[in-house]
């Protein structure tokens, strides 16, 4: 047998492409790429990294009613040179497009003149009519050099996904020191609308996002339930990310910029958070459904990124949900009152003003803000001072950050008042820690576990540092 048998190409490469045509992506090799109109992909040079017909068909499929002028527009808009910018703020406002949509003037023939449309990139609620086409060996030119990445992934003609794989027995983190850092620097244009990034060696598989060092990678283990047998493979990494509906909830739900010091950063949902977040919205719509309010109790283990958790969940809950949707964010120290804010501000889910009008200082300002119609509502559970009724809507989402500790005198406690003062609302626990078996009271205001991310499954998926107990015996 030759030693061709044994390669990249024939033992991981193929096999990927085989599993991605599985998927519904059209596959097509770039290797012998013909140029121009009829060319292979549609493109006129190396240097074009988006390909304009096939985001020129998907603009009119999606925005019928809208002129030819309107759609060429946002193809521009699209594709226009954003090199000026740094990667990841050009990749932050192509993924405000793709979310947002694009908007456009168009004629107003009721009353003349102009008038403004919005533009949709993509069909968000149903994926499949979207176009999805993986390129192999797809080479582009940049300033300096021509690079040639493995796999990239296209939805709607725009570079979602960039896979550079390596053959077994090569660290899967030499295709991130060796060929994805060297990408991003020398054809930057490729990654103006990336969604993510993967890494593999065919049985070590990690993922990440644009601005992500190689220990923010993380495996994908488990594509269905956090209960399902941890596996560590390229098809479960692709299955779990890249099929279509998975993708796109990916890319919609999961996907946050925050503002630090040090810059900007790209945060992607980890297949724990994935997993989790999706099972409280489906508990939350049976506790409604079934009319007692008690979504459940979502344990991920400390330091597993359980605040971005209560953000993607949130936020998917304002973009798939139909209603006038608030959010009580209740902890029980002020530190974690405070981060837990801090988390929705830098992530863009709260504004800064919005987050200082909306942090209760006061027991009487939790009953005006309550009253009120806010987006999100901060809080300490020990606000609830006494019975009354401060919001009958049932359009009111508590989430508690360990404030299970606070729910023991659920008789006539913090708890009990939490739940007078909003009787018709969800209730939804994330935790770091369990829930004491015998904790009735967190049980009756919130239900049983929806997800459960502890630590044992957190250090094995190198999501948290290993733990070590010494045992010590006290002075006294």
């Known amino acids: 047998m030759s030693s061709h048998a044994y390669s990249e190409d024939q033992l991981v490469e193929q096999p990927a492409i085989r599993l991605f045509a599985a998927l519904g992506w059209q596959t097509v090799s770039a290797l012998e790429e013909t140029f121009a109109t009829g060319g292979t992909l549609g493109r006129e040079t190396k240097g074009e990294v988006v390909l304009v017909e096939r985001l020129r068909t998907a603009l009119c499929k999606f925005n019928p009613a809208l002129p030819p002028e309107a759609i060429s527009n946002a193809v521009d808009e699209l594709a226009r040179d954003r090199s000026a910018m ?70 709607n003609g725009l570079p979602w996904v960039v896979i550079e794989l390596k053959k077994p027995g090569v660290p899967a983190r030499a295709a991130f020191d060796e060929n994805l850092t060297h990408y991003k620097q020398q054809i930057p244009a490729l990654f103006w609308s990336n969604a993510l990034l993967i890494a593999s060696n065919g049985t070590d ?49 999961f996907t946050l910029f925050s503002e630090h010091k040090a810059g900007l950063v ?95 200082t006061s027991g009487a300002h939790l009953r005006e803000l309550l009253r009120g119609n806010h987006r999100y509502v901060f809080t300490l559970v020990h606000k609830f001072q006494t019975p009354e009724l401060l919001c009958d809507r049932s359009d009111v989402i508590v989430l508690t ?64 540092v290993r733990i070590y107990y010494e045992g010590r015996l006290a002075k006294l």
């Not at 994908?220 to 692709?238: F, G, T």
């Not at 007692?292 to 990124?305: A, E, K, L, N």
């Not at 009756?444 to 948290?464: K, P």
């Open 205 to 253: 598989s990690r993922v990440g996002s644009l601005t992500a060092d190689w220990q923010r990678w993380v495996e994908w283990k488990r594509i269905e339930r956090e209960d399902e047998p941890r596996r560590v493979s390229l098809e479960v990494m692709l299955r779990g990310t890249c099929e279509r509906s998975r993708l796109l909830d990916l890319v919609e739900n």
């Open 86 to 155: 740094s990667l990841e703020a050009a990749n932050r406002e192509v993924y405000r497009l793709l979310k947002e949509g694009i908007t456009v003037s168009v004629p107003d023939h009721d009353q003349g003149g102009q008038k403004t449309e919005r533009l949709r990139v993509v069909d968000w609620e149903y994926p499949d009519n979207n176009d999805f086409l993986l390129v192999s060996q797809f080479s582009v030119t940049g300033a300096l050099y021509t690079c040639r990445p493995d796999l990239v992934g296209f939805v």
């Open 266 to 360: 790209k945060i992607f949902g980890q297949n724990h958070q994935f997993l989790g977040v999706n099972n409280a919205i489906a508990s939350l719509l049976e506790a409604r459904e079934l009319g007692h309010g008690r979504g459940g109790v979502f344990w991920q283990t400390q330091g597993s990124g359980k605040s971005f958790s209560m953000v993607f969940f949130a936020q998917k809950v304002l973009r798939k949900l139909a209603g006038n949707w608030t959010f009580v964010v209740v902890t029980d120290r002020v530190e974690l009152d405070e981060q837990i804010a801090k988390t929705f501000k830098i992530t863009g889910a709260v504004s800064e003003a919005e987050g200082d009008a909306c942090h209760a």
């Open 401 to 464: 950050d360990e404030a299970h500790r606070s729910q023991y005198d659920f008789i006539d406690g913090f708890a009990r008042h939490l739940h007078d003062a909003l009787p018709h609302a969800s209730f939804i626990a994330f935790t770091g820690t369990p829930v004491e078996s015998d904790d009735r009271s967190t049980q009756s205001v919130f239900g049983d576990y929806i997800d459960v991310y502890d630590i044992q499954r957190a250090v094995e998926d190198g999501a948290t």
